[in-house]
């Protein structure tokens, strides 16, 4: 979550050193397998104990819930930002000339509205900022889908992961990203659903966790450390001949179709994690300042889709705050504009966790005047039953 807010924020000089910066995969694989691991957690079970219809229903229902989150999220920032830009406020107070509509091309939405409100709701218009979670609800109505297949064996279930990837790397399996043109999703689903359930197939036992093997330790690390002088733009700017390998090998590692190559560098990243973490993250859940920081970065992970909604708007405010009080390229500023989004991530997932726990259900001393006069008669009544007694 906090890399992606990193990546999201405009201009942001912290992009040079995230992931993708060093590898063919990046964030993007992180959230991806990590929901695939949580849909196991909270819709196998359902599956399991009521049956397919029910545990189809219950992902119908986040389906639902992704669906409405996405459209009102674009509507948002969409209208924050268009509210923003024709208010003329940006250059009569600060001088400031961007346009920020531009910059994540959405004039497209107001001059041709005719054609992308209606593709909005059908997800046949999908601007590049906004993709992710398109591509989550197309792979979750595929979770049903793989569920009946389990039911033959988990051979059905990695055929058809294969088959789907392999037909949108063959570009015969994509969704259309514009009305007018023939540009498609940029995170094609039927291509990110094997990351996805692979995840989904770890958390179910259908693939057994990896031994820890001095030699798999080595054949991991050689796979991160090959990759860097591909992916690393100061190395293959640096030699042509690196550079000249990455364009021909591009159908391996790119990103629409989820290529071989970032599928192999994610396993070995994730593997050299495992293995560090331990199992059951035995290395990271310890009593001491180490830990709280664990814990506050595991009830961000624990709030995902609100903290992932709320940091494509925040990541937008606190690029337009920042270029109006100070501008861009100053290294604290570029820190304060970081460290404040993700005080605001952090923020958001301990209120929307409160939310969730419904305070407002739990039973206790009725408040107010109703409650104190009951209160006393509660009390006025006792000395009598102890006499009573």
């Known amino acids: 979550m906090f890399i992606i807010f990193i990546a999201h924020l405009p201009a942001n000089s912290w992009t040079l050193w995230i992931p993708a910066r060093f590898g063919f995969s990046d964030a993007t694989e992180m959230f991806v397998f990590c929901s695939g691991m949580a849909s196991a957690i909270a819709f196998g079970k359902v599956f399991d104990q009521s049956g397919w219809l029910m545990g189809a229903a219950r992902v119908s229902h986040r389906v639902w819930q992704v669906y409405w989150a996405h459209v009102c999220q674009f509507l948002i920032i969409a209208a924050g930002l268009v509210a923003v830009q024709t208010s003329g406020v940006l250059n009569r107070c600060c001088g400031l000339t961007q346009d920020y509509v531009a910059s994540l091309n959405l004039w497209h939405f107001f001059e041709k509205a005719g054609e992308t409100l209606p593709g909005l709701l059908t997800l046949t218009y999908v601007p590049n900022y906004f993709d992710i979670l398109p591509m989550y609800i197309v792979i979750l109505v595929l979770l049903p889908v793989i569920m009946a297949l389990s039911r033959l064996g988990r051979w059905p279930v990695f055929a058809f992961m294969g088959a789907l990837w392999l037909g949108a790397?063959?570009?015969?399996?994509?969704?259309?990203?514009?009305?007018?043109?023939?540009?498609?999703?940029?995170?094609?689903?039927?291509?990110?659903?094997?990351?996805f359930f692979t995840g989904f197939a770890y958390m179910r036992g259908w693939i057994p966790a990896p031994p820890v093997r001095h030699g798999l330790i080595l054949a991991a690390l050689a796979v991160v450390l090959l990759t860097?002088?591909?992916?690393?733009?100061?190395?293959?700017?640096?030699?042509?001949?690196?550079?000249?390998?990455?364009?021909?090998?591009?159908?391996?590692?790119?990103?629409?179709?989820?290529?071989v190559l970032r599928y192999v560098h994610f396993l070995a990243l994730a593997y050299l994690a495992w293995v560090a973490v331990g199992a059951g993250g035995r290395y990271l859940v310890v009593d001491n300042a180490w830990g709280a920081v664990v814990r506050v970065i595991q009830k961000v992970g624990q709030q995902s889709l609100a903290v992932f909604l709320a940091s494509l708007v925040v990541a937008q405010a606190v690029g337009i705050l920042r270029d109006m009080v100070w501008g861009r390229g100053d290294m604290l500023i570029e820190f304060l504009a970081n460290a404040g989004g993700f005080a605001a991530l952090i923020a958001v997932a301990y209120v929307v966790s409160w939310y969730k726990k419904e305070p407002w259900r739990r039973k206790g001393p009725p408040h107010g005047p109703a409650g104190a006069a009951s209160a006393d008669r509660r009390g006025a009544a006792q000395p009598a039953r102890e006499t009573v007694r």
């Open 228 to 259: 860097v002088p591909f992916a690393w733009f100061r190395a293959y700017g640096a030699f042509p001949v690196l550079l000249e390998v990455r364009n021909a090998i591009e159908p391996l590692w790119t990103k629409t179709e989820f290529g």
């Open 169 to 195: 790397n063959l570009k015969l399996l994509g969704l259309p990203a514009e009305p007018w043109s023939d540009r498609v999703w940029f995170f094609n689903p039927f291509a990110w659903q094997l990351l």
